[in-house]
């Protein structure tokens, strides 16, 4: 009889066990809420909820990762582009992130995208392309400081892709390809500045010396027999036609 009776007891209390003994792993916080009013934030562990009276809610305080999808913006100097990004948080008041916001992942979400546009409105597109790293910061700044009533720290955010017009890309490849025209040609104008230079030099030293020209007319030559050619080419000095031309006026 006395077996018949523990089991007899034992019986409702297995089945009522599980809906008063909640479990609250390490990464979550507990809310509970007594009789609709909030009464405390409740640590890792298993805790005991009565029934009707007590609504236990369960908070995620892991860090999240937002994907924010593209959005359609303007920049300063009035050029459509499509950008997107990956925002990072997590959450440190896991009260006000129940009892302040209704959704906070979609409430974050859609912040981040009305924050993002608003800031490519303030830069040119040279100074976003340019500076993508510090106008996501500002971005994040803006929205972990409008987020700080819903208990939600912002982690970061990373611009992930710039999305130009066709048009506009085929114009910046023509930019792209007339600055690289115009350094080839300040780079062969300067080239042949330096070449003439050195020319100069060379004919001022080889006038200077007697004799010089005619040793350069000779390695000229042997330069051109160690050519595999059937042309041959006979130089003579400037010296030699000078001497012929003093001949023929003596005559």
Known sequence: MELF????????????LPLIIRQINQYERGIVLLMGKYQATWEPGWKIVIPVFQRLMK???????????????????NIPIRINAVLYFRIIDAMKSV????????????LAQTTMRNAVGEVTLDELLAKKTEVGDRIKKSVDS???????????LELKDIILPD???????????AQREKQ??????????????????????LSQQNGALHLRTLQSINDLSSDQSNTTIWMLPIEALKAMEGLGKMK
């Open 5 to 16: 009776a523990i089991l007899a007891f034992g019986w409702p209390i297995v089945f009522v």
């Open 59 to 77: 908070v995620d305080i892991r860090v999240k990762a937002v994907d924010v999808p593209d959005q359609e913006a303007i920049t300063k100097d």
């Open 99 to 110: 009892l302040e916001v209704e959704n906070y992942f979609y409430a974050v979400s859609q």
């Open 146 to 156: 409008a987020s700080d009533p819903w208990g939600i720290d912002v982690q970061s």
């Open 167 to 177: 048009s506009l890309k085929r114009t910046i490849a023509k930019v792209a390809e």
């Open 184 to 205: 080839a040609v300040i780079i062969n104008s300067e080239g042949e500045v330096a070449a003439a230079s050195n020319m100069a030099k060379a004919a001022q030293t």
